[in-house]
């Protein structure tokens, strides 16, 4: 399992390999909505957590029929479905890959983006922790939405379809937390909702995603 | 490891495809699968192969024992030949890539990333994967598309090698591999139209 995850880091940072992709994506959202809404400081710091959660889910989702896309491709998927890794590890492995190579870069490089929509100087601490803990159930479902269309040509349009109903819960508890955290509001509430999210999901999906894998690979 | 095929019919899309057929795989034996185009040859190895299942009939075979090479070879363009070897190695727990290297003569193009291979070269990298599998039984697909008659012969020699160390192989191929093996001819298993249910047999699996 580990050498999967050393091979999948490995091709992401290589030529082609699609790392930063999702990173450049949040740093031109946040780059050009100020530009969209005006330069006001006041009205940037009230709708900051909101954008930059935004942002960063759409980040997800740009990169994520590369998930299992290219695997199916060359064949390797096959392979690693006869090999001895079971495939709810493969698809806990690849989870882990998408959020090593986009969810993780999205979380140290979202103080430098708050900055650019003037989010309060509370509020800085409160976006981290969120994407902290929500990214990894983006990453999760996002992989159970490419697991489901794998094989198919063209299979995003459809994938995001599915996954994005699948994402509100996390985009709803993330961005409370970082708005009530920018407002100096207490945040445990959503933060207990949004880490409660992250662990249903990692401990239910994998299972799903081996499931439906199996299916497509038929 | 005998690789067994109880009285199988498989289905592709929903449709079967072969039936009845049985057939058994001892260690040191090799079995030659031949058959028209698109009579299923590459739908019974993916059945055997464990990554569809049958629709009637049993595939017995110990755990753990397949090495399956399908049409494509699962290769990473951006990993050099020894990576790509290295990444199969670890997840199949063997050590060392040596031994594959030496028997598809792949030794000077250890440092090329694979995307730079000629066709052949990638089917002889696809192929010394077989080798650091570790797996007794040898499931191939048409393993010499694209390799030349030099390759063929070190192919050959790899599948005797395995053979002759208690392996078996499974191969579906059309060309004579000058090895002393089995031949089965799928061609008569074609499965007959199921009447009845007017082909709607297989509509439960597409709405899988």
Known sequence: MIALLIRDMKLAMRAGGGFGLGLSFFLIVTVLVPFGVGPESTLLAKIAPGILWLGALLACLLSLDRIFALDWEDGSLDLLATSPLPMEGVVTVKATAHWLTTGLPLCLASPLFGLLLSLPAEGYQWLVASLVLGTPALSVIGTFGAALTVGLKRGGLLMSLLVLPLYVPTLIFGAEVARRGAEGLATTTPLLMLAGITAGTIALLPFASALVLRVNLR | ?208
């Open chain 2, 1 to 208: 490891m005998t690789l067994t095929v109880k009285n199988l019919t498989i289905s592709r899309g929903g449709i079967p495809v072969l039936e009845g057929l049985n057939f058994t795989l001892a260690p040191g034996k090799a079995l030659i699968l031949r058959g028209p185009n698109g009579v299923g040859k590459t739908t019974l190895l993916r059945t055997v192969a464990g990554l569809q299942p049958p629709v009637e009939g049993d595939v017995i075979c110990g755990p753990e024992t397949i090495a399956y090479a399908a049409h494509s070879d699962g290769l990473k363009g951006t990993l050099s030949v020894s990576e790509n070897l290295h990444f199969w190695a670890d997840i199949f727990g063997t050590k060392g890539i040596q031994n594959a290297l030496d028997g598809f003569d792949l030794n000077s193009l250890v440092d090329r990333p694979a995307g730079a291979l000629s066709a052949g070269q990638k089917r002889r990298l696809g192929l010394a994967r077989l080798l650091v599998t570790g797996r007794p039984v040898w499931i191939l697909d048409e393993p010499t598309v694209s390799l030349d008659v030099a390759s063929v012969a070190m192919f050959a020699d790899a599948v005797r090698a395995h053979l002759s160390e208690g392996g078996s192989a499974l191969i579906a191929t059309h060309i004579d591999l000058g090895l002393d093996a089995e031949v089965l001819d799928v061609g008569p298993f074609r499965a007959k139209p199921r009447s009845g249910t007017g082909g709607f047999d297989g509509l439960d699996e597409s709405f899988l």
